[in-house]
């Protein structure tokens, strides 16, 4: 080849794809990144609105990362296209909502439809051989090379000398003996490298990037299906099942309370778009009510509101009820705190 050979690496913003792509720049490979942005991102979301998150850095990652390699970082929105992944993977689920095989495949697809676009010749990611138990294990490591149409024109720096030669080995445009042969869970050879290399600040790994992975998300997300009777999902609803207590005390409507103050300032810009309520006699939170309500159960919803609020102790709690242009104001006794079913709490 004339000129330097091009690569794309899936960039995450974790250590593993971020020492992918130095291994590549260590040997003359012209490196580009890529991020698929899904909706899903724990990062650069909840850490910049919840005070018990404050000492977290408040920084995009992949971003991060690109600056610190030197690279230059495509960020692509996926949204629409991803949903089918989520609402319907043809490998399955992991242990939560997150359907890890069919996402690599997805993302190695797309990265390779962007490197037949723009001139580049094979891909990197950070994949380690039994790191995940559903995406990287030795057997899938194939499923999603073929799956993804990337064949041997994707390469895994970290664990590619316990994988059959690829495209880039077999050209010579990279060097197999300065590849790695890592496997398992263990993240010691990682971190030695990044030590090695100078890398003291990075993202901690452990499925932490997804909600998807995510127990408590997921079962939010499962119960916003079965309320609406169908699979699917807008983006300001996922970004909502991020914040907030949910509670669902009717099948008919949910309600989304704020637990601190920059959840309820997060909120307020979807007061527009539902029925919200707030406490006007003591202090409280900023309450949306998702559904379609009756009378009777705004007013149990008004008492729930008030039983988060300062007032939760008083004999009578006064609640602004605002249902588009309408706003009326009621009195109700707090619900008791012992007397809400589990089977409310999402």
Not at 9 to 27: E, Y
Not at 138 to 158: Q, Y
Not at 277 to 297: A, K, T
Request: with cysteine.
């Amino acid at each position: 080849m004339q000129e330097n050979p091009k690569a794309v690496a899936l960039i995450s913003g974790g250590l593993d794809s971020m020492l992918a792509a130095k291994i590549m720049q260590q040997q003359g490979v012209h490196v580009e990144g890529i991020n698929f942005y899904t909706g899903f991102c724990v990062e650069g979301h909840t850490h910049a609105i919840r005070k018990k998150d404050k000492a977290k850095p408040k920084r995009n990652n992949a971003l991060w990362v690109a600056e610190q390699l030197g690279i230059k970082l495509h960020i692509i929105d996926i949204i629409e296209e991803y949903k089918r992944v989520v609402i319907n993977p043809q490998h399955g689920y992991g242990a939560n909502l997150n359907p890890c095989l069919d996402c690599k495949i997805f993302m190695v697809g797309k990265a390779r439809e962007w490197i037949a676009e723009n001139g580049f010749d094979f891909i990197v990611t950070g994949e380690v051989i039994g790191q995940r138990p559903m995406s990287q294990r030795k057997d899938t490591m194939p499923v999603i090379a073929r799956e993804s149409g990337a064949d041997d024109r994707l390469l895994r720096p970290l664990c590619a000398r316990n994988l059959p030669p690829t495209l880039p080995e077999r050209e010579g445009w990279v060097d197999r003996d300065r590849l790695y042969d890592f496997s398992g869970r263990s993240r010691k050879p990682q971190i030695a490298m990044a030590k090695e290399l100078g890398i003291e600040d990075y993202a901690q790994p452990a499925g932490g990037c997804c909600f998807l992975t995510d127990q408590n998300y997921s079962r939010k997300l499962t119960d916003l299906w079965q309320a609406r009777g169908e699979r699917d999902y807008e983006l300001d609803d996922i970004m909502l099942l991020k914040i907030g207590r949910h509670i669902r005390p009717r099948p008919n409507f949910k309600m989304i309370i704020a637990r601190e103050e920059g959840e309820s300032r997060f909120l307020q810009g979807y007061k527009k778009s539902f029925i919200h309520m707030l406490p006007v006699s003591h202090r409280g939170p900023l309450v949306l009510i998702d559904g379609d309500p009756g009378e009777q159960d705004l007013l149990l919803a008004a008492r729930l509101t008030a039983r988060y609020s300062q007032g939760r102790d008083a004999e009578q709690v006064e609640v602004s009820i605002v249902r588009e242009k309408n706003r009326e104001q009621v009195s109700v006794t707090p619900f008791p705190a012992h007397e809400i079913p589990k089977e409310w709490l999402v």
